[in-house]
């Protein structure tokens, strides 16, 4: 009975792990705990709405020591003239410590890149998808200075056919870059939202981008119970 309990939840966590990791990796991975350890919650508008409540409540009721939400409307990694994150992620880690990283953005990176110091990356060039895989990095490798593991959250399903292609390629990049690190884990919620067979209004809101309460919830509940 042992086993097949085992069995069931290696299969059932897979899609949440990099597809390099063994079923030893899983076995370990299924230890890590809630509970005494501190989080930090970053991203933009995504996880600055209902994911991010719900996220933290559930975190804190199963122990947590700390948790940390910061995020900025309408930010991403694409304009940091706009926001910038590389920055803004030194100042968090000079004045917390934490445990675990999640990050929920790039709703707002289909577009072209603003270099660092001027001038602009043509969107969906070569050069463009070199820089963004690098900011992407930058970030999850920025993170591991400080976190045991970091829990980045790909993007759901868009309204509208050009912007749900977009995201598809975004989410590509973040499930590439977390695949090149063992302690990065890629959680597709393009898959689990998909999973449901809720019509898509009850799971977005109005923009078609954001999670709604329930749609929020039913993203939070797999990612509580895939650390517990």
């Not at 110091?117 to 043509?122: E, M, P, R, V």
């Not at 992407?136 to 959250?153: F, H, N, Q, R, T």
Request: with cysteine; charged share 20%.
């Amino acid at each position: 009975m042992t086993s097949l309990f085992l069995a069931f939840f290696i299969f059932s966590s897979a899609r949440f792990l990099q597809p390099d990791l063994t079923w030893q990796d899983a076995l370990s991975f299924s230890k890590s705990r809630i509970k005494d350890s501190s989080y930090l919650l970053i991203g933009d508008s995504m996880i600055g709405g209902a994911v991010g409540y719900f996220l933290s409540n559930d975190l804190k009721a199963a122990g947590a020591a700390s948790v940390i939400l910061d995020y900025h409307v309408s930010s991403g990694l694409s304009r940091p003239d706009f926001y910038d994150w590389d920055r803004r992620l030194s100042e968090l880690k000079s004045m917390h410590d934490f445990d675990y990283a999640f990050v929920f953005l790039g709703a707002n990176d289909n577009q072209a890149l603003h270099r660092y110091g001027s001038g602009w990356i043509t969107y969906h060039c070569d050069e463009w998808f070199e820089e963004y895989h690098s900011r992407v990095a930058s970030m999850m490798d920025g993170l591991l200075e400080k976190a045991e593991k970091v829990y980045w959250i790909g993007l759901p399903r868009m309204a509208g056919s050009e912007f749900d292609s977009g995201t598809r390629i975004l989410n590509s990049i973040y499930e590439e870059e977390a695949s090149l690190r063992a302690r990065v884990i890629f959680i597709s919620s393009y898959d689990i939202l998909d999973e449901y067979s809720y019509s898509f209004s009850n799971l977005r809101t109005d923009d078609g981008c954001h999670l709604t309460s329930e749609g929020a919830m039913l993203l939070v509940k797999q990612i509580v119970d895939l650390m517990n």
